[in-house]
């Protein structure tokens, strides 16, 4: 195929040039601060700083290991305040959703006996005998929520692809890069950003899918590092090097 290119990006006028470089600026920018706000919010979810699988793994899959709140205090610094059966049936009960005929016919009665003696009367402290706010203390952290994924998924690819659609545009009157590898560069952020959509339902599913949102986020980072700083490179430093009108060289 004959490579027929109109325009390069050494050739722009000065306002297309201004035009360009200020919305790549912005959107480098605006990948720096996504990156950010990822370490920021995602980063902090194991408890640790820095991104880690970890991190992915509580975001989206949540924290099921431990259980439910009752079942973690049960298991730690309530362990001793009821017998060891007492505390099992508990468990048990919290593991099964907390079924409402077994919390009237014993539950409750334990809870009553044991936990309210602090729980009922010491002041700040969550009334565990209260079946509403008994249910918030069985609940177990399964990550995101799905209405939550699905809002994220759509804003996410429509807001993304947008974004890369433009910096593709720009970086696609580059020179000296074939157009094979003009294309493939350009096709990657699109397709890690449908890896990265895709991986977070996989990682709600199984967490070992968390490595894919790694890999996603790692890819069109780069792609985006390549494409703004080539065409700001071509727009700004280039057009000096070569003479002035050159007729551009494949
Ligand atoms: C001697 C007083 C005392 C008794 C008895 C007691 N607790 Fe607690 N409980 C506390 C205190 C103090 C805290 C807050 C400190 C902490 O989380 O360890 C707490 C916290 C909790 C929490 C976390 C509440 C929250 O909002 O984060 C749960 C759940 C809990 N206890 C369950 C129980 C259960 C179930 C029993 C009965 C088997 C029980 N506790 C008996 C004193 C008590």
Redesign the pocket.
């Known amino acids: 195929m004959k490579e027929i290119q109109r325009f390069t990006l050494a050739d722009l006028t000065l306002p297309m040039k201004t035009l360009y470089s200020g919305y790549l600026l912005v959107i480098g920018l605006g990948l720096l601060f996504a990156g950010a706000q990822i370490m920021l919010t995602h980063g902090m979810a194991d408890g640790k700083v820095g991104l880690s699988v970890d991190d992915i793994v509580y975001s989206y899959y949540g924290n099921r290991t431990e259980g439910s709140?009752?079942v973690s205090?049960?298991n730690?610094?309530?362990k001793d305040?009821?017998p060891p059966e007492?505390?099992m049936a508990?468990i048990k009960w919290a593991d099964a959703g907390g079924p409402q005929d077994q919390w009237e016919e014993r539950i409750s009665m334990?809870?009553e006996q044991?936990?309210s003696?602090?729980?009922a009367n010491?002041p700040g402290?969550?009334d565990?005998s209260d079946r509403i706010t008994m249910d918030k203390?069985i609940q177990v952290d399964e990550g995101q929520s799905m209405s939550n994924l699905t809002r994220v998924s759509h804003i996410h690819l429509f807001g993304i692809s947008f974004i890369f659609f433009f910096v593709g545009w720009i970086f696609s009157y580059a020179t000296g890069i074939s157009q094979l590898n003009k294309a493939i560069i350009i096709s990657v952020p699109f397709l890690f950003l449908i890896v990265d959509v895709l991986s977070w339902w996989l990682t709600k599913w199984n967490p070992n899918f968390a490595w894919f949102v790694i890999i996603g986020g790692f890819g069109y980072s780069v792609a985006a590092s390549i494409m703004i700083f080539t065409s700001l490179y071509q727009m700004w430093i280039l057009p000096r090097r070569s003479k002035p009108h050159d007729p551009t060289p494949q």
Do not use: E, F, Q, W
């Open positions: 709140k009752l205090k049960l730690g610094s309530m305040n009821a007492i505390r508990m334990d809870v044991y936990c003696p602090c729980h010491m402290l969550t565990i203390m």
